[in-house]
């Protein structure tokens, strides 16, 4: 499948908290949405539905609804958002339909549909993403998206193609190279960006991956704008992840502005823990050529037969004060409980006031009809999944 590539970018100090909720939220979730993925991934004709409720303090609550099918080499996950509207009826927001087919053993094709409503509520699609992957006996992989948007009368016209082509160099090295395109003036499309990586399998288990992003200069020529270096090392089921971005200036020289360390460990009785910490020359309030701690969450997740509970934080430095020690400015607890019907999930978010008291800003409910992990089937041990 193609690539997203993903900047690491440090937000400015006023959105800096929103983006710790997120942050945060989407990691103390990542547990169930990998479970959720595992457990599409291990049978063959299935369907699922599940609701989310998400109350925030001084906003209206939202819903929102998924759907998973799948029968035969044909998929359909459909996700609609809802906003409570001042008469009390929920009003569609956005819907969202991906359709993936695998033609065959080396080739899949994926439709994403984005849907919105019009003045009149009436959904409209407004974006569509296509792309065709082809993977090769030998592990080489070809794919070509394309990005359409629809323009004032509803006609769909592309904006971008991205076409990304992946070869083993060696048994233990990976090249990638993605260029994506836009249309230009001409009416034809030209190149706007260009990303090179090469992935290298190094001893115990560890993987080295160096990225490069280059953009054109406008005469002709192509410059490197950024360059992220990751190591990810293992250690038994402990794994340490150091990321490293650099970014050009405007005479092209290079400088480490950022780094992201992650170590994730589990004990012996199935608990894990992860801690991520992101330095950056910019801290709230504060910005030098030195790299300051100015994120760190942790979460911890612990689970049974019956289900499972991951509590996590977020600390930040102090506004202007980066050598500061860090103070933790939100709490959040994600709790799963499995039931013969399906699977319940709360997740509540706390965040420290000018007073320095947690109050709750943030809670999400949810149910779904899947198949909880005592009710998925076991797969053959010859079939790995």
Known sequence: MARERVQTHIPPATHLFMESMISVALCVGAAGCVQAQEAQQS?????????????????????????????????????????????????????????????????????????????????????????????????????????????VNGSLQVVQREVTDTRNVSPDVEETKSTAYQPDSYGGFAQTQQTQQLKTRKAADSVEVKEKTLLPDGNGNWGVSDVTEKTIKHDGKNRITEERVSQADLEGRLSESSRTVSTETETTTGEKRKTVEIYSNYAPGYADSSLHLNWRTTTIQKKDSSGEITEGQVEEPSWG?????????????????????????????????????????????????????????????????
């Open 43 to 151: 049978s063959t004709d299935e369907s699922w539905t599940a609701t989310r409720d998400t109350t925030l303090v001084n906003t209206n609550p939202s819903r929102t609804t998924e759907s998973h099918t799948k029968s035969g080499n044909r998929t359909i996950d459909k996700q609609t958002v809802e906003v409570l509207g001042p008469d009390g009826r929920y009003q569609t927001l956005s819907e969202t339909e991906v359709e993936t087919v695998h033609t065959d053993s080396g080739t899949t094709r994926t439709v994403v549909r984005t849907y919105v409503p019009d003045g009149n509520g009436e959904s409209k699609l407004a974006q569509t993403t296509e792309e065709e992957a082809r993977t090769t006996a030998n592990g080489d992989a070809h794919v070509v998206r394309k990005t359409s948007t629809a323009d």
């Open 321 to 385: 004060n980066p050598s500061d020690s860090p103070k933790v400015t939100a709490r959040t607890k994600y709790v799963v409980t499995y039931a013969f019907s399906g699977t319940q999930q709360t997740k509540t978010v706390e965040a420290r006031d000018g007073g320095g008291n947690f109050s709750v800003v943030s809670v999400e409910t949810q149910k779904s009809d899947q198949a909880t992990p005592t009710q998925k089937p076991t797969p053959p041990a010859d079939k790995p999944h």
